[in-house]
């Protein structure tokens, strides 16, 4: 199954669709069990619509043995139109898919409890435009961030957590997200262990970033345990949430080098550095479909 782009989109032209017709966008994102015909027969769902694709990639995993799909694709069809057209493919090969209107910002639910810099970071990358999200609210265990919130014009939900109160809490933010539409959950550096059913209901939904050291330096101050240890690479991790604390699937890692001059207190702000890119750099890919599920890895089209 060769790369679908010069042949669909010349097929597009041969339909006579010309360039002030082309009035939607759209991100068609599928996987499926391989096999031969795959992309032939998505391209000529999109030629039945009118589409051009504008870009399309795809990966066959061979350890699963899952075909993974992303394409971009212009077309004066509506979404309806589309979906119809795509629905006996969809079926035909037994796929999960999506299709999306390009640009469309996802609603993103954001949660912190008193550490700043990754709120903040997705908080301004959001307001200048880089981020397709739409911050509905924010929610934190402590009132230490009502302020940055305020400051953003963003509402803020003060959902404190105790044992005694986990199940309370949860359903609260459940409420939340129900009431707010939230597609997307981002944990930017939420300090609270989510239920295993909470979790499942997240599946694909929910990105958590933590420093790269796991399994080592667990616990309090990490990165002045790697300090102690002399370390030479610090760096994060942003993965989708499971059950298995810390151990989701990985969307974006980021490393960078230290050597012994460096002080603790160093490591700790190039660490928060760290984790404010790799966080924006997985919700962005995830906000623009480009992350796809394959058991416990990901397929990120970049």
């Given at each position: 199954?060769?790369?679908?782009?010069?042949?669909?989109?010349?097929?597009?032209?041969?339909?006579?669709?010309?360039?002030?017709?082309?009035?939607?966008?759209?991100?068609?994102?599928?996987?499926?069990?391989?096999?031969?015909?795959?992309?032939?027969?998505?391209?000529?769902?999109l030629l039945v619509a009118g589409c051009n694709?504008?870009?399309?990639?795809q990966y066959g995993s061979q350890s699963t043995?899952?075909?993974?799909?992303?394409?971009?694709?212009?077309?004066?069809?509506?979404?309806?139109?589309?979906?119809?057209?795509?629905?006996?493919?969809?079926?035909?090969?037994?796929?999960?898919?999506?299709?999306?209107?390009a640009g469309r910002k996802v609603r993103t639910?954001?949660?912190?409890?008193?550490?700043?810099?990754?709120?903040?970071?997705?908080?301004?990358?959001?307001?200048?435009?880089?981020?397709?999200?739409?911050?509905?609210?924010?929610?934190?265990?402590?009132?230490?961030?009502?302020?940055?919130?305020?400051?953003?014009?963003?509402?803020?939900?003060?959902?404190?957590?105790?044992?005694?109160?986990?199940?309370?809490?949860?359903?609260?933010?459940?409420?939340?997200?129900?009431?707010?539409?939230?597609?997307?959950?981002?944990?930017?550096?939420?300090?609270?262990?989510?239920?295993?059913?909470?979790?499942?209901?997240?599946?694909?939904?929910?990105?958590?970033?933590?420093?790269?050291?796991?399994?080592?330096?667990?616990?309090?101050?990490?990165?002045?345990?790697?300090?102690?240890?002399?370390?030479?690479?610090?760096?994060?991790?942003?993965?989708?949430?499971?059950?298995?604390?810390?151990?989701?699937?990985?969307?974006?890692?980021?490393?960078?080098?230290?050597?012994?001059?460096?002080?603790?207190?160093?490591?700790?702000?190039?660490?928060?550095?760290?984790?404010?890119?790799?966080?924006?750099?997985?919700?962005?890919?995830?906000?623009?479909?480009?992350?796809?599920?394959?058991?416990?890895?990901?397929?990120?089209?970049?």
């Amino acid at each position: 199954m060769g790369p679908a782009h010069g042949s669909c989109a010349a097929a597009g032209r041969l339909s006579s669709v010309t360039d002030h017709q082309l009035t939607a966008s759209y991100i068609l994102t599928l996987s499926c069990p391989d096999r031969p015909g795959i992309v032939h027969a998505v391209a000529g769902a999109l030629l039945v619509a009118g589409c051009n694709i504008t870009d399309s990639q795809q990966y066959g995993s061979q350890s699963t043995g899952t075909f993974f799909m992303r394409v971009e694709a212009t077309t004066p069809a509506s979404q309806l139109e589309l979906q119809a057209a795509l629905e006996p493919v969809a079926q035909a090969f037994g796929m999960q898919w999506s299709l999306n209107p390009a640009g469309r910002k996802v609603r993103t639910l954001l949660m912190a409890s008193t550490s700043a810099h990754c709120l903040n970071d997705l908080l301004f990358l959001q307001r200048s435009g880089t981020l397709p999200i739409e911050i509905p609210a924010i929610v934190s265990n402590h009132r230490g961030l009502a302020g940055l919130a305020e400051f953003y014009g963003i509402p803020f939900h003060h959902i404190p957590v105790t044992p005694e109160t986990k199940v309370q809490a949860e359903d609260q933010l459940r409420a939340l997200m129900a009431e707010h539409d939230v597609e997307l959950t981002v944990l930017a550096r939420y300090m609270q262990i989510i239920s295993d059913e909470l979790c499942q209901e997240l599946t694909g939904k929910a990105i958590n970033i933590h420093h790269s050291f796991l399994p080592s330096f667990k616990g309090a101050k990490p990165y002045h345990q790697a300090h102690a240890r002399g370390v030479k690479l610090i760096g994060a991790t942003a993965h989708y949430v499971t059950a298995a604390l810390d151990e989701g699937p990985i969307i974006e890692q980021e490393v960078i080098r230290v050597d012994h001059r460096r002080t603790a207190e160093q490591f700790v702000q190039m660490g928060r550095d760290v984790e404010g890119r790799t966080l924006a750099q997985a919700v962005q890919w995830h906000a623009e479909h480009r992350v796809l599920l394959d058991g416990n890895r990901t397929v990120v089209f970049n």
